[in-house]
């Protein structure tokens, strides 16, 4: 079964064009300031995969800056957001 941490990194890895760079995140790995390829436009890039691929929607007021700090977080946020 994938988990949903799975799949974020993927998703992320996917838009980010990481190539194999994507298997080395773990839960804990930065990624706002320390992936280069994660600038304001490829959030913008990643907002929208994670909404078509789960089905969620994600306002902009919803967004800061604590969501793309590891992995981790990011993969929690959109746990919740499933979760309703």
């Known amino acids: 079964m994938v988990t949903t941490i799975d799949?974020?990194?993927i998703?992320?890895?996917?838009?980010?064009?990481?190539g194999q760079r994507r298997d080395n995140l773990t839960?804990?790995?930065?990624?706002?300031g320390s992936i280069?390829?994660?600038?304001?436009?490829?959030?913008?890039?990643?907002?929208s995969a994670l909404e078509e691929q789960?089905?969620?929607?994600?306002?902009?007021?919803?967004?800061?800056?604590s969501i793309f700090a590891?992995?981790?977080s990011l993969a929690t946020f959109?746990?919740?957001?499933l979760q309703g």
Request: hydrophobic share 50%.
């Open 70 to 72: 590891t992995l981790g």
């Open 7 to 9: 799949r974020v990194r």
């Open 54 to 65: 789960f089905d969620i929607v994600i306002d902009d007021d919803e967004l800061d800056a």
């Open 11 to 18: 998703i992320l890895g996917d838009v980010l064009q990481l």
């Open 36 to 47: 280069p390829e994660l600038d304001s436009m490829a959030v913008v890039g990643l907002i």
């Open 27 to 32: 839960v804990e790995s930065p990624l706002l």
């Open 78 to 81: 959109v746990t919740q957001k």
